[in-house]
């Protein structure tokens, strides 16, 4: 069974940068797309942000074009979301996910993710 932790996350003012880490407990290298997902309190899970294989084709929300970007390091199994200009609506727990399958377009992340992390917590506040 594959796990993934997930790490990074924390209180950050508006405004602010995280990045968040993602491993895998065993070694993967490219057997899977990897994605990340966050959900705030009292609303539903949204898709994030995916990446390929390869690494070599990512795909992102539209509220966060231009902020954050999606990276693997495939020698450590490892998968990053870097945060930049964090915002109050960022708030959320966000979880990594891992699929066999890469798929595109803006409906990608629905019925996606063979496995998951735990989730870790991003707080933006003044």
């Known amino acids: 069974q594959l796990q993934l932790v997930e790490s990074g996350g924390g209180l950050v003012q508006p405004g602010g940068s995280l990045r968040l880490s993602c491993a895998a407990s065993e070694f993967t290298g490219d057997s899977y797309a990897l994605g990340w997902f966050r959900q705030a309190p009292g609303k539903e899970r949204e898709g994030v942000a995916s990446i390929n294989h390869s690494g070599s084709v990512t795909n992102y929300v539209d509220s966060v074009k231009g902020r954050f970007t999606i990276s693997r390091d495939n020698a450590q199994d490892t998968v990053y979301l870097q945060m930049n200009n964090l915002q109050p609506e960022d708030t959320a727990v966000y979880y990594c996910?891992?699929?066999?399958?890469?798929?595109?377009?803006?409906?990608?992340?629905?019925?996606?993710?063979?496995?998951w992390g735990q989730g870790t917590q991003v707080t933006v506040s003044s």
């Open positions: 996910a891992a699929d066999r399958f890469y798929v595109y377009g803006p409906d990608w992340y629905r019925d996606w993710g063979d496995y």
